[in-house]
């Protein structure tokens, strides 16, 4: 069986990114993206403000999930990482399939220009799984060594209560 933030990961292809201008605010932006496990990949243009960001605090953050239907079906993933451009020729290779075979919409694309982009790997570090399934407000915390290792954290005990159907 997957990891829960794996399968979270696995089933989406967009994410809310955050990282930090240079003048210590937050800056969040939308981009698609694909995972290879732990390994999350995204393609930025290097004029943009994000690609600066990272240059100046390669620390991101960021946060994936579907919106839920029902409240007590509510699950997301949460991430803290390090953002690295992938700038050997087979990385970025392997980094533009898992982007192509995740986004249909790039099949027919050439590679991008490395010049203009820049492919980036954020390893996940700091992990937390939302999962109202389980609980509401139910969240469990994982840190991932380099190596793949995963130590759990003690599960916060979320909220006793459920709604009452209707």
């Known amino acids: 069986m997957l990891q829960p933030a794996i399968e979270i990961l696995n089933a989406h292809r967009t994410m809310a990114v955050s990282t930090l201008r240079p003048d210590g605010w937050p800056q969040t932006t939308i981009v698609g993206y694909a995972n290879d496990g732990w390994n999350v990949y ?4 290097r004029n943009s403000q994000k690609f600066a960001n990272i240059r100046h605090d390669d620390r991101i953050s960021f946060a994936v999930a579907s919106e839920a ?10 991430v803290g990482a390090h953002a690295v451009e992938m700038t050997g020729e087979e990385e970025r290779e392997r980094g533009w399939r898992l982007l192509v075979d995740r986004h249909p919409n790039l099949v027919g694309f ?4 490395p010049n203009v982009t820049a492919l980036m790997r954020a390893r996940c570090e700091h992990v ?17 060594q380099a190596d793949g290792t995963v130590t759990a954290i003690k599960p916060s005990e979320g909220e006793k209560w459920r709604p009452t159907p209707a």
């Not at 239907?69 to 949460?78: C, G, P, R, S």
């Not at 050439?110 to 220009?113: Q, W």
């Not at 939302?130 to 915390?141: F, N, Q, R, V, W």
């Open 42 to 45: 995204f393609l930025i243009l």
């Open 110 to 113: 050439e590679r991008p220009d």
């Open 69 to 78: 239907v029902e409240l007590n079906t509510h699950k997301a993933v949460y």
């Open 128 to 144: 937390s799984v939302l999962d109202y399934s389980i609980a509401l407000g139910h969240t469990e915390a994982l840190t991932v």
